[in-house]
């Protein structure tokens, strides 16, 4: 294939346009949480997998952290089994935090490791029980009935209560991607369901991070839903309370803002959701001058 130089002297800019940010990320951990539909669209998937060998390839450490709710609950279906939430939370009695654990730590995250593999990248797949990766408890989901509120036990859903990352840091020092399955364990080796976007800014937090970029269906967060020319680029951690207080984020946004915000806490400089629809999302947000999405800031 030839190119002409015109179309030539684009592909330079643009390798020089993205130089500071390679020299300037080199070295750091950058955490990625995977989802939406760029975990279902095979061409998306090719497209975030390759993003990330390249990364790795530049000097940057990517760890990875995914759900897979769809897969769980495709999963249940096979075996006629039905999927009932409370508050956006999959009630997990436990057979259902079984076939889940299978769903994500057995097919999604091996997928996504041998992908990585197959484009170059040096991936290992763990799940929260792995060194004790992700510590959680029991979480209990709290229900109002008019003024009435109660606390609902939802069974084998968890809250992460530590994060022990000496594994993580292993496996950057020698090269490795880490992949992390949403999972989380207790001191009696209980298995929980851990919300897979809360998982990723505890482990940002948890390895004091560079940025921690989340993978959405939506371009960002908009002041006004309904009109995309109201797309908020840049955040401050201040003004979450008050921007939850005027209804700016929707029932799915929330926990991606509560985990950029607990990630900022945790010593990460920027954290990001970005669309995961648009075709290399993450090289657009991370090594462009404009980015794509909208970015949470001290």
């Given at each position: 294939?030839?190119?002409?130089?015109?179309?030539?002297?684009?592909?330079?800019?643009?390798?020089?346009?993205?130089?500071p940010y390679i020299r300037e990320f080199s070295g750091k951990t950058i955490v990625v949480k995977y989802g939406g539909?760029?975990?279902?669209?095979?061409?998306?998937?090719?497209?975030?997998?390759?993003?990330?060998v390249l990364m790795k390839y530049v000097g940057m450490k990517p760890v990875v952290v995914h759900g897979g709710g769809p897969q769980i609950s495709a999963l249940m279906q096979r075996v006629g089994k039905e999927s009932s939430f409370i508050n956006g939370l999959r009630i997990s009695d436990e057979d259902t935090v079984e076939l889940a654990e299978m769903a994500l730590v057995g097919t999604v995250n091996k997928e996504i490791v041998s992908l990585l593999n197959r484009l170059g990248g040096k991936a290992v797949g763990l799940s929260g029980k792995d060194a004790d990766l992700?510590?959680?408890?029991?979480?209990?989901?709290?229900?109002?009935?008019?003024?009435?509120?109660?606390?609902?036990?939802?069974?084998?859903?968890?809250?992460?209560?530590?994060?022990?990352?000496?594994?993580?840091?292993?496996?950057?020092?020698?090269?490795?991607?880490?992949?992390?399955?949403?999972?989380?364990?207790?001191?009696?080796?209980?298995?929980?369901?851990?919300?897979a976007d809360t998982a990723a800014g505890e482990i940002a937090a948890a390895l004091h991070a560079e940025k921690l970029l989340m993978l959405s269906d939506v371009r960002g967060v908009f002041r006004d839903k309904d009109d995309p020319n109201t797309l908020i680029s840049t955040i401050?951690?201040?003004?979450?309370?008050?921007?939850?207080?005027?209804?700016?984020?929707?029932?799915?946004?929330?926990?991606k803002i509560e985990a950029c915000v607990t990630a900022l806490r945790g010593g990460v400089r920027k954290a990001h959701i970005i669309d995961g629809r648009i075709s290399h999302s993450i090289i657009l947000e991370v090594f462009t001058d404009g980015g794509i999405g909208t970015q949470i800031v001290h």
């Open positions: 294939m030839s190119y002409s130089l015109d179309e030539l002297s684009t592909r330079a800019e643009v390798l020089i346009e993205a130089l539909n760029a975990m279902t669209d095979d061409t998306l998937k090719r497209n975030v997998m390759n993003d990330i992700i510590q959680a408890r029991k979480h209990f989901a709290r229900v109002k009935d008019g003024d009435q509120e109660s606390m609902v036990d939802i069974g084998f859903v968890g809250e992460i209560t530590k994060i022990k990352p000496e594994i993580i840091r292993v496996l950057e020092e020698s090269g490795f991607i880490p992949v992390i399955a949403g999972t989380g364990t207790n001191d009696k080796g209980e298995t929980f369901n851990i919300n401050k951690a201040e003004e979450v309370p008050l921007l939850t207080e005027q209804g700016v984020f929707s029932t799915g946004m929330i926990p």
